[in-house]
């Protein structure tokens, strides 16, 4: 697995901010691996949701972003999937606690409640922060164990 590989899916809703955050990563040295979708006709999100989750169980990156109108179809899908811990951002506080507190592997974002210059800022804090473990980790196996 490549560390600067990311996965990254949307919807229709989400097509626009996926296209322009792709340029974005690849101007910051990370290899988007898109898994769709690839225009802004209608999709169903589980879809890509299930690719990017998919694709992290089996190791082909370690983070994955996931965008689609309100980003919370994404988050649901995404969390279906056993070892999978996604969560939604909508500032860039809370997208780097997903990393911090949650060792989220993919941040979900709301396409059409973030622009897309701050859906970056959130994506940057997101990758930049390291899980900080201790009480946190702990957490984690709770949850685990929870299905």
């Given amino acids: 697995m490549k560390t600067n590989s990311i996965l990254i899916g949307s919807d229709h809703a989400g097509f626009q901010q996926k296209e322009f955050l792709k340029v974005k990563l690849v101007e910051s040295g990370f290899e988007p691996i898109d898994v769709g979708c690839y225009s802004i006709e209608s ?9 990017v989750s998919k694709g992290i169980l089996d190791r082909k990156a370690e983070n994955g972003i996931l965008i689609c109108g309100s980003g919370e179809g ?19 506080e809370v997208a780097g606690l997903l990393k911090l507190h949650n060792d989220a592997q993919i941040i979900c974002l709301g396409a059409r409640f973030t622009a897309n ?31």
């Fill in 74 to 92: 994404m988050v649901m899908a995404a969390n279906r999937f056993h070892g999978i811990r996604a969560g939604l951002a909508w500032n860039t």
């Fill in 117 to 147: 210059e701050y859906a970056w800022q959130m994506v940057q804090v997101f990758l930049s922060a390291s899980f900080e473990g201790g009480k946190h980790a702990n957490r984690i196996a709770l949850m685990d164990k929870l299905g």
């Fill in 43 to 51: 999709v169903n999100y589980p879809d890509q949701a299930a690719e």
